[in-house]
């Protein structure tokens, strides 16, 4: 729900709903609203006008009494500024998912494909989030088809429109699958995305579209960039002559990224990485070892990972959080554990000018039920769900969430809370 701006150093993607509440600044001054923005804008001096003299915030300010003699007024507390992020793994669109869509836009006498009602259930999490990124696992049709589902994807275009309407404002596309349909996959896919205003990383028209950093600007005016990279491309090639199409994973690769990121002004920086086992509840030594090598470097404040398709632990590793899997957020596969997911909302926050660190880091189990004919899949956020189910569906939640919270806490982290 942003609009993307393009600048010479970076892609940069600001607030729609910042937007949307300047131009709605008239009428709320008639109805006198009593809404107020959560992060108000430091006041900005008017030129021409005569400043006092700087006080520095850790020395208290000297008054006079009426008798002459000074007092001393305590010193004003630094401004905070607090930033929610959202993130969560593959939408991997199968084929089944594209029938139950076509049954929601049936059921709204709309031709075409609805995949708004499948996400749905997140979109209190999603939208709320001043940040919120989804990971494109695959490439998209052109309009009308040819649509295909494993092992080389093409999927319905209408998934963008459901993307946005969710409240996504980032999609990362650097996966296995990001070349299935070659560069015009790759174009397509970005092109979908620009013209939703949905910003991206990790895939790139142009070579020097693939080194202009992502950076995305909150309503508070926090810029966070966004880098992503793949482990593979199922064995495709590269498309020829256009080796910077998609972002490869390499720990050198992503640190360039996250200094150019910081160069062009993030204050916060997140790794998105597409690497793992499938179907491993387990990371590897291949993540560990990028793990460690990315949370070392002063460039990166978050690391998440997406592919096996299920959840892995989460920790800490240089005093910054790793999310070795986040598992699939919608997906049709064989594996129970496969339909679940754990969405991450982490709290950044800054005292006066310091750096930005995680305040609050939550876990939000999730569960994406299977298609069937008159029954089409849903996802659920797994603890609002639950205030309402009954019987089996409600046995099927209980399991998804302790399995999730089994594995997201396995190594114990400090600190981390369910949602």
């Avoid at 708004?116 to 979109?123: I, S, T, Y």
């Avoid at 690391?303 to 049709?332: C, D, E, I, R, S």
């Amino acid at each position: 729900m942003r609009s993307p701006r393009r600048a010479s150093v970076a892609i940069c993607a600001t607030s729609r709903k910042h937007r949307a509440s300047l131009a709605a600044f008239g009428v709320g001054l008639l109805i006198m609203s009593g809404c107020a923005a959560k992060e108000p804008p430091v006041p900005t001096p008017v030129q021409g006008t005569t400043a006092g003299p700087a006080v520095s915030p850790s020395e208290p300010t000297a008054t006079s009494t009426s008798s002459g003699q000074p007092t001393q007024r305590p010193p004003a507390k630094p401004q905070r500024t607090n930033v929610s992020v959202v993130m969560n793994g593959d939408l991997l669109w199968h084929n089944t998912l594209w029938y139950s869509a076509k049954e929601d836009a049936g059921r709204r006498r709309k031709g075409g494909y609805d995949f708004a009602p499948l996400l749905a259930g997140m979109k209190p999490v999603i939208a709320s989030a001043d940040l919120a990124i989804c990971h494109e696992e695959v490439p998209l049709a052109p309009p009308g088809g040819p649509y295909r589902n494993y092992p080389q994807f093409s999927a319905p275009p209408q998934v963008v429109k459901a993307i946005s309407a969710t409240g996504y404002d980032l999609c990362t596309t650097a996966s296995n699958h990001a070349v299935d349909q070659g560069f015009a996959g790759v174009k397509r896919t970005l092109d979908d995305l620009d013209r939703a205003k949905i910003a991206h990383s990790g895939t790139a028209r142009t070579k020097a579209e693939s080194e202009r950093p992502t950076i995305f600007t909150t309503r508070q005016g926090v810029k966070i960039g966004i880098i992503a990279a793949t482990f593979s491309l199922n064995g495709l090639p590269m498309p020829k002559g256009k080796p910077w199409a998609v972002h490869r994973m390499s720990a050198s690769g992503l640190l360039s990224q996250a200094h150019r990121a910081r160069a062009a002004g993030a204050d916060i920086v997140l790794a998105a990485v597409h690497v793992g086992t499938e179907y491993s509840t387990s990371e590897n030594s291949q993540q560990v070892k990028l793990a460690r090598a990315l949370t070392a470097s002063p460039d990166v404040d978050l690391v998440y990972m997406h592919h096996p398709h299920v959840v892995q632990p989460w920790t800490t590793m240089n005093m910054k959080w790793v999310l070795y899997g986040v598992g699939n957020t919608v997906a049709q596969q064989e594996a129970n554990n496969t339909y679940e997911g754990a969405t991450g909302r982490f709290t950044f926050t800054r005292v006066g000018n310091g750096r930005f660190t995680v305040s609050k880091a939550e876990y939000i189990p999730t569960l994406v039920t299977f298609y069937r004919p008159g029954r089409p899949a849903r996802l659920y956020q797994v603890s609002a769900a639950l205030k309402t189910a009954k019987g089996s569906f409600r046995s099927r939640l209980l399991d998804a969430q302790r399995r999730t919270t089994g594995v997201v806490m396995r190594k114990h982290p400090k600190g981390l809370t369910r949602g």
